[in-house]
Nanobody, 124 residues
Framework: QVQLVESGGGLVQAGGSLRLSCAASGRTFSSYAMGWFRQAPGEEREFVAAISWNGGSTLYADSVKGRFTISRDNAKNTVYLQMNSLKPEDSAVYSC?????????????????WGQGTQVTVSS
C-alpha cells in the first residue's frame, strides 16, 4: 500500500510560481514512476508531467512545457512540481500518482495510487 500526500497549492496571481510536493509512504517509492495530473471543475482529468523512477527521464504536456518542472528526491520519498509563469487556465486540483510497474505514462488509468489532491488557483 502506498499513501501519497500533496501540499503546496494555493492562490497565486497570473505570472507567479508555486511548488507542489507529493510525499509518499513506503520503502519502494524509488522504484515507482510518478505523475502529476490536474482536473478543473467540469473537465476531464488532464496529464501534466511524469518522471521515471530515477528521475532520469521526464515527460510534459504541451500546455505546461517550458513552464513546469517535475523532479524527485528518492531519499525523501518526495516528488515535486515547480510551476512558473502560471496562467488562469492552470487553475485546477492537482494530484500526484504512482505507477508501481513499468515506465511512466500520460494515461491516468494505468497509475495505481493517488493522492487526495491540492487546489491551485491562478487569478488574472
Amino acid at each position: 500500500q502506498v499513501q501519497l500526500v500533496e501540499s503546496g497549492g494555493g492562490l497565486v496571481q497570473a505570472g507567479g510560481s508555486l511548488r507542489l510536493s507529493c510525499a509518499a509512504s513506503g520503502r519502494t517509492f524509488s522504484s515507482y514512476a510518478m505523475g502529476w495530473f490536474r482536473q478543473a471543475p467540469g473537465e476531464e482529468r488532464e496529464f501534466v508531467a511524469a518522471i521515471s523512477w530515477n528521475g532520469g527521464s521526464t515527460l510534459y504536456a504541451d500546455s505546461v512545457k517550458g513552464r513546469f518542472t517535475i523532479s524527485r528526491d528518492n531519499a525523501k520519498n518526495t516528488v515535486y512540481l515547480q510551476m512558473n509563469s502560471l496562467k488562469p487556465e492552470d487553475s485546477a486540483v492537482y494530484s500526484c500518482a504512482a505507477k508501481t510497474y513499468g515506465y511512466y505514462s500520460s494515461n491516468y488509468k494505468v497509475y495505481d495510487y493517488w493522492g487526495q489532491g491540492t487546489q491551485v488557483t491562478v487569478s488574472s
